[in-house]
């Protein structure tokens, strides 16, 4: 009996030194998964302020694109400005065009009768002259 307790005994400490091994194992397991993630923390905190740093760029960027984009749209307008003056200025040339060749042939038809009146006359003068002789 008092063998069976020793059998039991040494297997008792067999096991705690197995376990006393395991757990060291695990120790040291644990500090080279803690060492890892402290660096793995540092890498994403380098990560993360280069990806802040690029937002902020990429956000500046955003800004003076829409301030050189609003300044284009100010351009645009003043050349639609000009566009339109143009097309009221050919409208007023076209306006003036048409009433020039319109009054040319009033005046044309005008002149006409004249001639033909002062032809007519002519005649009728020339006839008294020569009846007059």
Not at 11 to 18: G, P, T
Not at 53 to 82: H, W
Not at 91 to 111: V, Y
Request: charged residues 25%.
């Amino acid at each position: 009996m008092y063998l069976a307790a020793i059998i039991a005994a040494i297997a008792f400490v067999v096991l705690v030194i197995y376990v006393i091994i395991t757990l060291k194992a695990a120790k040291e397991t644990m500090g080279e998964v803690s060492t890892t993630l402290k660096g793995l923390e540092t890498q994403i905190q380098g990560v993360t302020t280069e990806t802040t740093e690029l937002l902020n760029k990429t956000n500046q960027l955003a800004d003076d694109m829409n301030k050189k984009s609003s300044k284009l749209d100010n351009l645009f307008d003043g050349a639609r400005g000009v566009g339109e003056s143009v097309k009221g200025f050919n409208e007023a040339l076209n306006n003036l065009s048409e009433s020039i060749s319109r009054t040319s042939r009033e005046d044309q038809a005008k002149a006409a009768e004249a001639v033909k009146w002062g032809a007519t006359i002519f005649d009728f003068v020339s006839n008294r002259k020569n009846k007059t002789k």
